[in-house]
């Protein structure tokens, strides 16, 4: 049989990132996914018809100048590509008005709590924990809890602090926020193009086992062999791919448990809607985390909207009343729709303890974790992880 000196299983930003260091690296490599396209959380949906050439986030929207591991693998065509964000606000959306970040802060709470910033360590916390006790309570909860939600689009209470905003380099050279021309597809197909790696879509790994040299892999069309393994899966999937070969493995990863959300994208013509010019809403109490806009890459024609709504909450019907009734237009008005199930790891305080468990269990191993749930769920942090068990494995002694 074939052997690969590395094969990836999982066709997002983590995988994609380390197959491009597996493949600089001279490894022969193959990135296999089962979706039929890469990209995973990077799904830019691109309308047709009236709108052919616009397009909204339907996952993950802003790429920051400090994810310093992703930005050193594009190349000059994809550098070419970066767009940076226009500035526009953030508001907050209660069920009846729009409000600006600031008229929802509790100031008489908020000024005193403040100095607990730089005495009150982040680690072990969950943001409830950490934020009431140095932004104050009333501040929380009318504010920071929503803010929150919509930053991770899900309950964010118990989500590890110190995952959240961690301190990183920045790169002058690259805007401090930006997306590429065509969306965040745009970068998920730009690290997949070219030669670097091979890459398999729509192959779904069924199943995993270790052999003498490596491992062996259940596609469905046949096996696979390779000397290291990297899983770029959710770690729910990673589990159970493991299980066989590595079962205390498999029972660490099962512990994260998975965090739905319903997303539903649309478009509509610029002069129909009354909302102001927006980065996104923050949904206060409501059926949504948040709504991300595209206003921060104006178009002449179109304006477009992505609703992150909390899961089994609402019908389709319903999610277009509701998306109407914010936008300020008829629900009839609405024709371009695009959806998508996303689901993300839901961390917990202490989330670090597991990192450290996992990170034991793979050590010495040709196995590689990946994915948005070591450091952060963010594309930076995927990114990194990437980098880090890229030099773990390429640094063993089992090649
Ligand atoms: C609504 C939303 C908004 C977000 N906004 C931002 C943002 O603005 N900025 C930011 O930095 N981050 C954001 N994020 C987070 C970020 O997008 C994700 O955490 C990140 O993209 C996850 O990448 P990943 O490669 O680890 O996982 P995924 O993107 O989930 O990719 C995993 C891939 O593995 C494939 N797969 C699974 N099982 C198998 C199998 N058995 N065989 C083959 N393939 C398999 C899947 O099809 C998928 O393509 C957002 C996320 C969401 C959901």
Redesign the pocket.
């Known amino acids: 049989m074939d052997t690969y000196d590395l094969i990836v299983?999982?066709?997002?930003?983590?995988?994609l990132t380390l197959a491009r260091r597996g493949a600089a690296h001279g490894w022969r490599t193959l990135l296999?996914?089962?979706?039929p396209r890469?990209?995973?959380?990077?799904a830019t949906h691109r309308f047709g018809g009236q709108a052919q050439g616009f397009w909204v986030e339907l996952?993950?929207?802003?790429?920051y100048n400090s994810y310093g591991a992703l930005l050193e693998l594009l190349d000059d065509d994809l550098k070419g590509r970066i767009q940076a964000r226009h500035k526009a606000p953030w508001r907050v959306w209660d069920g009846r008005r729009l409000q600006s970040v600031f008229a929802r802060m509790h100031w008489p709470t908020l000024l005193p709590a403040l100095p607990r910033l730089f005495i009150t360590p982040k680690a072990g916390q969950g943001l409830e924990a950490y934020y009431s006790r140095v932004m104050g309570r009333r501040t929380y909860e009318a504010l920071l809890r929503h803010a929150f939600n919509a930053v991770i689009?899900q309950p964010a209470d118990d989500f590890p602090a110190d995952l959240l905003f961690r301190k990183k380099a920045r790169r002058q050279d690259i805007p401090r926020s930006y997306t590429f021309e065509g969306g965040l597809a745009t970068l998920a197909e730009g690290l997949a193009a070219g030669t670097a790696f091979e890459l398999g879509t729509g192959?779904?790994?069924q199943g995993v086992a270790r052999t003498d040299g490596g491992f062996e892999l259940a596609t469905g069309q046949g096996a696979l062999a390779c000397r290291r393994l990297a899983l770029?899966?959710?770690p729910w999937?990673a589990a159970r791919?493991v299980e066989p070969a590595y079962p205390e493995l498999a029972r660490s990863l099962a512990r994260i448990a998975p965090a739905d959300?319903e997303?539903l994208a649309v478009a509509l013509p610029r002069e129909a809607v009354r909302l102001p010019e927006v980065a996104g809403l923050i949904g206060v109490d409501q059926d949504f985390y948040s709504a991300v806009s595209r206003d921060v890459v104006p178009d002449a024609a179109h304006r477009g909207f992505s609703f992150?709504f909390r899961p089994g909450r609402l019908d389709r019907a319903a999610k277009l009343e509701r998306v109407a009734r914010v936008l300020g237009v008829a629900a009839a008005d609405i024709i371009l729709v695009g959806e998508r199930l996303?689901r993300?790891p839901a961390l917990k305080s202490g989330h670090m303890a597991l990192v450290a468990e996992l990170d034991r269990l793979l050590a010495g191993q040709p196995l590689a974790l990946?994915?948005?749930y070591f450091y952060g769920?963010?594309?930076?942090d995927?990114a990194e992880r990437s980098a880090v068990e890229f030099k773990r494995i390429a640094g063993g002694d089992h090649g």
């Open positions: 299983i999982g066709g997002g930003i983590s995988g296999l996914e089962k979706a890469v990209g995973g959380c990077l996952g993950a929207h802003t790429c689009a192959v779904e790994i770029a899966v959710p999937e791919l959300v997303s992150h996303n993300l990946t994915g948005n769920v963010s594309i930076g995927c």
